[in-house]
């Protein structure tokens, strides 16, 4: 089975190039982020023309996610984070897929630091922690995936010292990935790749995908039920080049047939 995440940042502006990329990737289910696109405006015809159903939680500035699944029914079990009901944000969708639990998530950017913004991607992560040990303590296998706008180490930027002010890159940040990490989860592309230099996103500005100047931002965390299936995974860092695309790359990985 292969699975991917993709923040498509725009589904409608960038859906030539998605629709591209899943015909050529043939993924079998797909997180995507940064939809901005209300929940009535969602391609959902399109993507199940393409062979793709579809649950997703809309909306229009900067968020939205959403679940594809190829030839494969999609049981939604909630699509808001737990902790915080005035949370209005659309971040989190959380669905049951052939015996899979699969969330997906687009964490806070969290920048300027200091400020509210930063407070509240610290709250949101504690959410998340919540929900992650909650969810292992199903004992089925479990995968967080999607933009956690975290870089967990100085290997996962191509240069540390200029973002040591980032929220990104924060200690406070990074500990708190770390620390959903150690409850059992396993990040994936990291232990597939242990000392390689991996990255998902380049910004737009200074020619920095050329110059291969980017950051690995995007993840998957495995519990130890799949993780154990995990045989392969990469990052499709072909498509950041193509013309209209997004400021990231579909990252996927196959595991073992469940």
């Given at each position: 089975m292969?699975i ?7 589904v ?24 901005k696109?209300p ?23 900067w ?8 030839n494969?029914?999609?049981e ?7 902790g ?9 969708i ?13 964490l ?38 999607g ?6 180490t100085e290997?996962?930027?191509?240069k ?5 002010n980032?929220?990104?890159?924060r ?26 230099k ?57 595991i073992?047939k469940?």
């Open positions: 292969k991917a995440t993709y923040n498509v940042n725009g409608n502006g960038r859906l030539a190039v998605l629709l591209r990329w899943l015909k050529e990737a043939a993924p079998d289910i797909v997180c995507l982020q940064e939809l696109a929940q009535d405006k969602f391609p959902q015809k399109v993507l199940q023309d393409a062979g793709y159903n579809a649950i997703w939680n809309g909306q229009k500035q968020n939205g996610v959403a679940i594809l699944a190829r494969m029914e999609i939604e079990i909630t699509r808001k984070l737990p915080d009901q005035d949370d209005l944000q659309s971040r989190y959380e669905a049951l897929i052939n015996g899979v639990v699969i969330a997906c998530l687009y806070p950017n969290g920048n300027p630091t200091p400020g509210l913004k930063f407070e509240y991607k610290l709250k949101w992560f504690k959410r998340l922690s919540d929900r992650a040990e909650t969810l292992l303590h199903l004992k089925t296998p479990l995968l967080l995936i933009d956690f706008n975290v870089m967990p290997l996962d930027v191509y540390p010292e200029k973002w040591v980032d929220a990104l890159f200690p406070e940040v990074r500990k708190a990935f770390k620390d959903i990490v150690s409850q059992g989860w396993t990040d994936a592309i990291r232990t597939l790749y242990p000392n390689e991996i990255y998902t996103f380049w910004d737009y500005f200074r020619n920095a995908y050329q110059r291969n100047a980017g950051l690995r931002i995007d993840h998957f965390l495995l519990s130890p039920e799949i993780a154990k299936k995990l045989v392969a995974g990469g990052v499709d860092s072909h498509v950041r080049g193509w013309e209209k695309t997004s400021d990231h790359a579909p990252v996927w990985i196959q073992d469940i």
